[in-house]
């Protein structure tokens, strides 16, 4: 059974950086493919940003050039470095995993979300 935790969340200024991370617990078939997603209020989860276990990334275009994503295989934890960050980047962001990219698109593990709130 795989456990996502994430951490790092919080409330900053527009401009501001904020570093999330997700600690990952279980089988590491289970975390092949690690992405970041949100959630604004109101609005649908959408993908923010992805890492395979070569560390291949890919982003949304709305964060590419502010975000960056990495993971440490070794200790299973993921990381969402962001920078410039603006209000409309406000919402939960969740830590997902799969074992495969259908894995990870159609079910895949969720944590349990941390909250980003980034003031005008």
């Known amino acids: 059974q795989v456990q996502l935790v994430e951490s790092g969340g919080g409330l900053v200024q527009a401009g501001g950086s904020l570093n999330l991370s997700c600690a990952a617990s279980?089988?590491?078939?289970?975390?092949?493919?690690m992405g970041w997603y949100r959630q604004a209020p109101g609005k649908q989860r959408e993908l923010v940003a992805d890492?395979?276990?070569?560390?291949?990334?890919s982003y949304a275009d709305s964060v590419k050039g502010r975000f960056t994503i990495s993971r440490d295989n070794a200790k299973n934890t993921m990381f969402l470095r962001m920078h410039f960050l603006r209000p409309e980047d406000t919402g939960v962001y969740y830590c997902?995993?799969?074992?495969?990219?259908?894995?990870?698109?159609?079910?895949?593990?969720w944590g349990q979300g941390t909250l980003v709130t980034v003031s005008s």
């Open positions: 890492i395979i276990q070569s560390g291949e990334s």
């Open positions: 997902k995993s799969g074992s495969s990219w259908p894995d990870f698109y159609e079910k895949g593990h």
């Open positions: 279980g089988s590491s078939v289970s975390l092949k493919v």
